[in-house]
């Protein structure tokens, strides 16, 4: 299941057959019953933090967040803390943004 903000992303997520949620996913009640969690949040000031912070809450006891974060999150701010992984120069020049980014590998407490 995926929530998406924006409706026309999230009617082409259902087009290809994903069960999406269309809101904004702050205010989407937490609870812990997935083993995993993948997400790209905003990159929006640091908008991202709470972001990361609410999808922990959506883990089961030991499950794991992947989160792909502006690299800032990681080299400047170190707010969050896991494993860090720098993704490649220019990964999203597709999609039409060029900000350096990685991966953020976090695990729910037990």
Known sequence: IGIEYHAGRAAVAKA???????????EQP???????VVMNPP?????????VQHA???????????SILPATAHYDHKELK???????VASFAESGTNVPTGMLKMRATP
Do not use: M, Q
Request: aromatic share 16%; no cysteine.
């Open 82 to 88: 896991g494993e860090w992984r720098d993704l490649p």
């Open 56 to 66: 922990l809450k959506f883990l089961k006891p030991g499950g794991v967040l992947v």
């Open 30 to 36: 937490a609870t812990p019953e997935f083993d995993r």
């Open 16 to 26: 290809k057959g994903h069960g999406v949620v269309v809101g904004n996913f702050l």
């Open 43 to 51: 990159f929006y000031g640091r908008h991202y933090i709470k972001h």
